[in-house]
């Protein structure tokens, strides 16, 4: 398993586009209860900039004049939030115990062997992320990968390359 959120470093990033800053003071503004809505400004947050830096952490913290720590509190509990930039593609293998038994370790060593990068890693060229996730609830399923939101059910081992190759061919032609 990947290591928890609280021991992945948070990234820094001093350049992040004004606009979004706006667009999520606005956001904020219209709210009547800004204190408690933490986990709807941080929903629209990684929304608008695809993760939470720190930088962002930060404004919302201030912005619902809330401490910094209960705004990384709960960005770290969550399994939703991320604090570094994500690829275009999250796979996500079920490591719950129906798709444990029927292989989904095989399946991620797979997928770890076939991206080059460890779970909780982003290829270089940013177009996908591999997460293990503890269980999605579909366990007749079993295994589950999950690109997105598109669940593949009983996947097996020669199925790896296929998967990954249909998302690599949707991005063929994009402009890079």
Avoid: W
């Avoid at 400004?41 to 695809?50: D, I, K, P, Y």
């Avoid at 370790?105 to 982003?122: M, N, R, V, W, Y």
């Avoid at 007749?140 to 790896?160: F, M, S």
């Amino acid at each position: 398993m990947a290591k928890a959120l609280a021991q992945i470093p948070t990234v820094s990033v001093k350049d992040l586009p004004k606009e979004l800053f706006d667009q999520l003071d606005g956001y904020i503004q219209t709210l009547e209860d800004k204190k408690g809505s933490l986990i709807h400004v941080l929903h629209r947050a990684q929304h608008l900039f695809g993760y939470l830096p720190k930088e962002v952490m930060l404004f919302v913290a201030r912005r619902l004049d809330i401490p910094a720590a209960n705004v990384f509190g709960v960005v770290s509990f969550y399994s939703f939030f991320t604090t570094n930039p994500v690829g275009e593609h999250v796979v996500s293998v079920c490591m719950g115990t129906a798709c444990f038994v029927r292989g989904a370790d095989k399946i991620l060593h797979e997928f770890k062997a076939k991206l080059g990068i460890s779970t909780g890693e982003t290829t270089p060229d940013m177009l996908f992320t591999l997460k293990d996730v503890r269980c999605v609830g579909a366990c007749g399923l079993a295994p589950i990968v999950l690109v997105g939101d598109k669940v593949y059910g009983r996947v097996k081992l020669d199925e790896v390359d296929g998967i990954i190759n249909a998302y690599v061919v949707k991005n063929f032609g994009k402009e890079q």
